[in-house]
């Protein structure tokens, strides 16, 4: 059987990584944050992407898809050969764009199957807000008012149609 897949999108700040900690406590998925594990691929000293990374991500742009989904999958692989009751994963804050949605396609097709994207709707002025908030103590180059504008803006651009294409298979 191919392991199940929910994507979890929604704006910056829009509390995916927060419910998502409240998910695999009740229903036991894997959680994967795509954004988390660029950034501790950013801090390690030995990734060559680290600093291509960084610029990505105060910019509020998206990475280059092959580098997401190598962590994704390095993430992957072992957890579904170590355990096959931990074989369903919420993967949060991706896919982000067109690119990241082909490669997905592309490397993943016949090895998981997306059940379903868990969407959350929150309006761009609180997200805006929280990550202001966060910002205080998170330590996140992007949570700053300047790269929160180009996030939400990327949102708006290349991540809501990827929602609503998914609206459209009635996936969302
Ligand atoms: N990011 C990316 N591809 C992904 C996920 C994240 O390029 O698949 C980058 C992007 O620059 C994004 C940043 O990482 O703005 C932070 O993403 P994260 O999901 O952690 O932010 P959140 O939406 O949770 O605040
Ligand atoms: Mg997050």
């Known amino acids: 059987m191919k392991p199940p897949v929910v994507f979890i999108l929604g704006g910056p700040g829009a509390g995916k990584g927060t419910q998502c900690t409240h998910i ?5 998925y ?4 795509a ?8 801090k390690d000293p030995y990734s060559r992407y680290g600093e291509l990374i960084e610029k990505y991500i105060k910019d509020g742009k998206i ?3 092959e580098i997401t989904i190598s962590l994704l999958k390095r993430e992957m692989d072992p957890t579904m050969a170590a355990n096959a009751k931990k074989n369903k994963f919420l993967i949060d804050g991706f896919p982000r764009n067109q690119d990241n949605l082909q490669g997905w396609n592309k490397t993943m097709d016949g090895k998981a199957d997306v059940s379903f994207i868990l969407f959350f709707d929150c309006n761009n002025e609180i997200c805006i807000e929280r990550c202001l908030e966060r910002g205080k103590s998170s330590g996140r180059s992007d949570d700053n008012r300047e790269s929160l504008e180009k996030r939400i803006q990327t949102y708006l651009r290349s991540t809501k149609p ?3 294409l998914y609206e459209e298979m009635g996936k969302v």
């Open 24 to 28: 695999i406590e009740k229903y036991g």
């Open 30 to 33: 894997t959680h994967l944050s």
């Open 35 to 42: 954004g988390e594990l660029l950034c501790d691929e950013r």
């Open 63 to 65: 990475v280059p898809v």
């Open 162 to 164: 990827i929602i609503d």
